[in-house]
């Protein structure tokens, strides 16, 4: 079966920077797009950046750009978060997802595989 396994969620300072991974397995993974999510407490679940298949194409939620990038490496099956400049408001549970067709894809709907989630928390 899917498995999408998140790590590297802990607590930083503001200004502080912290690289999450989500191993995949079960699925051809250089057929997916990959993204992450994430849901702070008592809000909705957001989108907030995805990776196209071969890794070329990327995108952003306004929220992070400049500070978060997203990347993958196909050969180990794993999508990466680089998330620098933390702010509090990043505070949150972190999820990796996947969808096996293209396009920009912001809506969790879009996403067929989802991880369990990492905690970040980011202090004031």
């Known amino acids: 079966q899917v498995q999408l396994v998140e790590s590297g969620g802990g607590l930083v300072q503001a200004g502080g920077s912290l690289r999450l991974s989500c191993a995949a397995s079960?699925?051809?993974?250089?057929?997916?797009?990959m993204a992450w999510f994430r849901q702070a407490p008592g809000k909705e679940r957001e989108f907030v950046t995805r990776?196209?298949?071969?890794?070329?194409?990327?995108y952003y939620a306004d929220s992070v750009k400049g500070r978060f990038t997203i990347s993958r490496e196909n050969a180990k099956n794993t999508v990466y978060l680089q998330m620098n400049s933390l702010k509090p408001e990043d505070t949150a549970a972190y999820y990796c997802?996947?969808?096996?067709?293209?396009?920009?894809?912001?809506?969790?709907?879009?996403?067929?595989?989802w991880g369990q989630g990492t905690q970040v928390t980011v202090s004031s």
């Open positions: 079960g699925l051809t993974f250089s057929n997916y797009v």
């Open positions: 997802a996947a969808a096996p067709t293209g396009g920009v894809l912001v809506r969790q709907a879009n996403y067929n595989y």
């Open positions: 990776i196209s298949q071969g890794g070329s194409v990327t």
